[in-house]
């Protein structure tokens, strides 16, 4: 469908409806391609046109001249419960040159959960009348994932938020800058911030905001505090909230869990980034053996283009302190015997594990903490390797993987954060490149050799000359002796500068890999060695060139073999060698100068 325009009036509407949709589950997304191209080829808007909602919702908008090309739109549409229609709206202001047009509307999974005969076991939950059978995950967090409200009744308030009736129990920090803002529908900024809340989908529900346009400077914070919680006694409580960073500048949201009230804490989670037009979810797991809290810092990037948005706060197998008190001084206090808010029922089973001990979500069983991120699940749910460094990683679920761009953290002691953070890594894709830009970065992916296909790269029209951008796994426990990392990497553009894989222990960093300049418009192959490690964390470190003709990309990055030994329930046989540690390895990797044992017993110069 495209636009012809066949008279000069002023303020002419040209709108596209659907048809009626009864409702959406609330992982719906629509996409969709679009054409905007022409001199004077003006603006065009999606809406969401509620029953019994007289002012509609915008969606997505395109406001300029785009190129002459295809570009593809993602609308997260979420859950709606009662019916609606879309408008695709073009408005002319009498001059009009140009094109524009839609093609290819597709819908991915907006059709509520399916009914299931049973639904047993601690991690889900069954609805009450569509019997759908969800992830346990899912009850108390604000979103109706069954489709009846089901999942959403009986929850304790004091453990949500959706700021539909002001903060709740939350509070700003008065430590800090500058407060978040509480709103409804677009942020008044143009091309950054949400477009509509993510509770009701719709321009009447509220959520709050970061507004980082003047009086806000580079850096400046905003802090949230969450109200005071009891210790875990062992067990895990879990966070779930929804960000949104969407803009040319957003630069930081993090979360931090405290013990102490002049203090901010250990951090938890960080992200860094445009991360596009959507709200994500995110959960975390917080384990404490005394009263805590949490804290939501935003932090202003170096423009007005950098919004970042925040909605449905909410806690699970949580308890809330009895006598919280934002004057509290030093530590915060400890426990006491009353508690009021009610926990919502706990799905960890109960278990005799010690703070240095990882407790299995679905079991209970205690591991060993080094067990934890360490490429084999110990436990039945997998749950030890959960929020580790992935075995493989292709960015086509258009995550990260767990890798993080560590917050304002510097490794190299010649560059400033402030220029390094300017550089960036970030997820990109053929379809996204504008005209020119496939002559210096990747127009396929390695993973589908699509220009559909996701990877990641280091954007060289940030930055300047000589600035790096490092992106880091989380901390990884322990590997085996065979253990290497393999990855793709595309460098291809005259100003190409380098790419290093480190290897960070603690305070130490190391080089393991590095390469330099054009290496041709394909994608190469890189195989790095690990062996035995405990304790570290793995960086990709791109250094720009004088020029932005010059994107540094990864894509499939694989951990291969980097589980540790197992020491097996039987003897060694004839042909295998007794290590010192009882592993037992191939009698042919004796005396070979690789540590195939783990404690070098196989190399030892008496045998």
């Not at 589950?25 to 905007?36: A, E, I, L, V």
């Not at 560059?415 to 953070?421: A, C, G, P, Y």
């Not at 690990?530 to 020029?547: D, E, T, Y």
Request: hydrophobic share 30%.
């Amino acid at each position: 469908m495209f636009i012809l325009k066949n008279s000069s009036s002023i303020s002419q509407v040209a709108q596209l409806r659907s048809p009626k949709f009864g409702q959406t589950g609330s992982n719906c997304t629509m996409f969709f391609w679009y054409y905007n191209y022409g001199r004077s080829v003006g603006a065009a808007e999606l809406q969401l046109l509620v029953d019994g909602l007289e002012e509609p919702t915008v969606l997505w908008r395109v406001y300029y001249n785009h190129g002459n090309q295809w570009l593809k739109a993602l609308i997260q549409l979420g859950r709606l419960s009662h019916p609606f229609q879309l408008s695709l709206n073009k408005i002319s202001l009498g001059f009009y040159e140009g094109v524009s047009a839609i093609d290819d509307i597709t819908f991915e999974n907006c059709a509520l959960p399916p009914p299931a005969l049973s639904c047993e076991g601690p991690n889900y939950f069954w609805c009450s009348h569509t019997k759908a059978c969800i992830d346990s995950l899912l009850v108390c967090d604000l979103v109706d994932d069954c489709g009846d409200g089901s999942d959403e009744d009986n929850c304790d308030p004091n453990l949500q938020c959706n700021f539909e009736n002001g903060l709740c129990n939350w509070e700003q920090d008065t430590k800090d800058d500058f407060d978040w803002i509480r709103i409804q529908g677009p942020t008044p900024t143009v091309n950054t911030g949400p477009l509509k809340d993510h509770t009701t989908g719709t321009v009447i529900g509220h959520y709050l905001y970061l507004e980082t346009s003047e009086p806000q400077e580079f850096e400046d914070e905003a802090v949230l505090l969450s109200p005071l919680f009891n210790p875990t006694y062992n067990g895990t409580c879990i966070f779930r909230f929804h960000y949104h960073m969407s803009g040319k500048q957003v630069y930081t949201l993090s979360v931090f869990q405290r013990t102490m009230s002049n203090a901010e804490g250990r951090l938890l989670w960080y992200k860094f980034g445009d991360q596009g037009r959507r709200w994500i979810r995110q959960t975390l797991y917080i384990s404490s053996s005394k009263p805590f809290q949490i804290l939501l810092k935003g932090t202003v990037g170096d423009g007005f283009t950098g919004d970042i948005g925040l909605d449905d706060l909410s806690f699970l197998d949580c308890t809330l302190y009895n006598e919280f008190c934002l004057s509290f001084k030093g530590n915060l206090p400890t426990m006491s015997t009353t508690q009021s808010g009610t926990s919502v029922p706990v799905t960890l089973p109960s278990n005799n594990c010690t703070e240095n001990e990882f407790v299995c979500r679905a079991s209970g069983r205690c591991i060993q903490m080094i067990q934890r991120c360490d490429f084999r699940p110990d436990c039945s749910d997998k749950s030890d390797e959960s929020d580790c460094a992935r075995e493989i990683c292709n960015f086509e679920d258009e995550t990260q993987c767990g890798w993080y761009q560590p917050a304002l953290e510097q490794i190299s002691e010649t560059d400033s954060s402030r220029n390094t953070n300017i550089f960036k890594w970030e997820l990109g894709n053929g379809a996204k490149l504008y005209p020119g830009e496939e002559e210096h970065c990747p127009s396929t992916d390695h993973t589908t050799y699509t220009e559909e296909g996701w990877y990641l790269f280091a954007d060289s029209s940030n930055g300047e000359f000589g600035h790096t951008a490092d992106i880091s796994t989380p901390l990884i426990s322990f590997t085996g002796p065979k253990c290497k990392i393999v990855f793709w990497n595309h460098m291809n553009g005259s100003t190409i500068g380098s790419l290093e894989v480190l290897c960070k222990t603690g305070n130490t960093t190391s080089k393991l890999w590095t390469q330099s300049g054009s290496q041709g418009p394909q994608w190469n192959k890189a195989e790095v060695f690990l062996g035995i490690r405990s304790n570290f964390q793995i960086i990709f470190r791109a250094k720009r060139g004088v020029s932005y003709m010059g994107d540094v990309a990864v894509d499939d990055v694989t951990f291969e073999d980097c589980s540790p030994l197992l020491i097996p329930d039987r003897p060694c046989t004839l042909e295998e060698f007794t290590c010192a540690n009882k592993y037992c390895i191939p009698k042919d990797n004796l005396c070979d100068f690789v540590n195939d044992c783990a404690d070098n017993s196989d190399e030892n110069p008496a045998i």
